[in-house]
């Protein structure tokens, strides 16, 4: 409900082209998060080393490096570009700059969602089925704003990555950084390919 209430908002009063006030949204909503559920996200980094930021640090450069291959040995796919304002067609500034902040944001509702579920002894399947539906959910609405042939691509992408985001948080060290990271690859994939494929 968070989720669609902050993307509501989004769409209808700041949208992607206003690369200030959206770099300002998202973090603004991502400190707060963090300072509601401080002690929510100390508990799940407790384990993690300093070590372990450099997994961000490489995601943040394939991240860098995707933008500038696109815009080096690519060709922005135009056609596209004109129905969609899909981060990963447009690859402008608020793809670099403020994607990854937005899926920030998303991971630390995913990560309060999880605990919480996983408190209430929700079984792992469950919820896995659950964060399916809802991602599926979540990336059809977008219909809207984006083409429908790209709103099903990336609803069958996210959706099966929600699958699996359970076992990836609760089994293996630092899952919530291989999350995030995951996701963010899955924007970079996505860029390459359609600018690859219709550039």
Same mark, same amino acid.
């Given at each position: 409900m968070a989720d669609a209430a902050i993307w509501l908002f989004f769409f209808n009063y700041i949208t992607h082209t206003s690369f200030?006030?959206?770099?300002?949204?998202?973090?603004?909503?991502?400190?707060?998060?963090?300072?509601? #559920?401080?002690?929510?996200?100390?508990?799940v980094i407790a384990k993690s080393r300093k070590m372990d930021v450099l997994?961000?640090?490489?995601? #943040?450069?394939?991240?860098?490096l995707t933008y500038w291959v696109c815009h080096q040995y690519l060709t922005a796919p135009l056609e596209l570009m004109k129905d969609s304002t899909a981060s990963f067609i447009q690859v402008d500034r608020y793809f670099i700059w403020i994607k990854p902040v937005d899926v920030l944001l998303?991971?630390?509702?995913?990560?309060i969602l999880m605990t919480k579920l996983h408190e209430n002894k929700m079984s792992m399947q469950t919820?896995?089925?659950?964060?399916?539906?809802? #991602?599926?959910?979540a990336h059809l609405a977008s219909i809207e704003q984006i083409d429908l042939n790209i709103t099903i691509?990336?609803?069958?992408?996210?959706?099966?990555?929600a699958l699996f985001m359970p076992y990836i948080f609760f089994k293996l060290k630092n899952g919530y950084l291989y999350n995030f990271m995951?996701?963010?690859?899955?924007v970079d994939l996505a860029a390459l390919l359609f600018w690859g494929m219709f550039g």
């Open positions: 200030v006030l959206s770099l300002l949204f998202f973090s603004v909503l991502c400190i707060i998060f963090i300072l509601l #559920f401080r002690n929510l996200f100390q508990d997994l961000i640090v490489g995601t #943040f450069v394939l991240h860098g998303q991971q630390l509702m995913l990560i919820m896995a089925l659950l964060l399916g539906v809802l #991602f599926g959910i691509v990336m609803t069958f992408a996210t959706t099966l990555f995951i996701h963010i690859l899955l």
